[in-house]
Structure formats: structure tokens, C-alpha cells
């Protein structure tokens, strides 16, 4: 790949879910957060000022969620922007979940089209990311722990 070459968009190859298959192909690839990261940001810093977590599940919303979190299901994310980018652009960190975060998962690219949203409209005041393994990785580390996961 030279200099001059795009990013490499993971799900740019891979086949789209069928709520996504009319929806334009993300063009960025907002980087991974650790859950540690994200469980250090709960305990010192403002959710809804300082970062945002926000869950994108819908059906599969259950068991657990990151205290502080909104749930914005995915397959109304993209329609919804452009009331959501005046508001989310406030918070400076919004860090996008979903059940495991794989690569062309959900999470990933839900992050990507609200980053998408912000470099189009040169938005520097927020940025995306992305939670490292998901619900699933966080209730594996954080699902007991009482001041940064609800048990439903």
C-alpha cells in the first residue's frame, strides 16, 4: 500500500447485514478503546460531558449494559445522524458498543459513519471509538462490578 492509498475499510470486502445493505459503506475506521480505559473514564470523569458510551444493540439488548451508556440501536443510526451529530458533538469521546465489536460488526461501523459524519462536516470537537471486545468482553471483565455494569 503506498502513501497515497485509502485506509483500509474492513467491511468494504465483507458482506453487509441486511439492515445496513442500503446504507452507504463507512469510509473511516474510528481505533479501539479498552474496557479498562472506558471503566477508568465511568469512575473519574462526566458521562454525557467528558465521553459518551453508547450501546448500539437492539433485539439482543439484554442480560448487561455499562452503567453511564444510551442504547441508539444500529438499525436506526444512520437515518437518525443528523439530529444526532448536533448533539454528540458536544461530547468529545463517544465510544460505540455493540455485543462483541468484531471487526464488521455493528459497534465498528456505527462508529465509523457517526466519524464519517463529523469529518464531513468538520467537526474536530468529538471523535469516535470503538469498545475493545464489546458487551461481551466488558461483562467478562466488568459484570460484577457493581459501579460500571447494570445486570438486568
Not at 445522524?81 to 464488521?104: E, H
Not at 468538520?122 to 464489546?134: D, F, H, K, N, Y
Request: aromatic share 8%; with cysteine.
Amino acid at each position: 500500500m503506498s502513501s497515497s492509498d485509502p485506509p483500509q475499510r474492513p467491511w468494504a470486502d465483507s458482506k453487509a447485514p441486511d439492515w445496513a445493505a442500503p446504507l452507504p459503506l463507512p469510509r473511516s475506521n474510528p481505533p479501539e478503546l479498552p474496557a479498562s480505559e472506558v471503566a477508568e473514564l465511568i469512575r473519574t470523569k462526566r458521562a454525557g460531558v467528558d465521553f459518551l458510551v453508547v450501546d448500539v444493540r437492539r433485539m439482543d439488548w439484554e442480560n448487561a449494559y455499562i452503567r453511564t451508556s444510551i442504547n441508539l440501536p444500529a438499525q436506526s443510526f444512520h437515518q437518525s445522524l443528523p439530529a444526532l451529530v448536533p448533539i454528540l458533538k458536544k461530547v468529545p469521546l463517544v465510544i460505540f458498543t455493540c455485543n462483541s465489536c468484531t471487526i464488521t460488526g455493528r459497534g465498528p461501523r456505527i462508529a465509523a459513519w457517526y466519524q464519517d459524519a463529523l469529518d464531513a462536516q468538520g467537526i474536530e470537537s468529538s471523535s469516535a471509538r470503538v469498545l475493545t471486545g464489546g458487551i461481551k468482553g466488558w461483562v467478562a471483565t466488568y459484570g460484577d462490578v457493581g459501579d460500571l455494569t447494570v445486570k438486568i
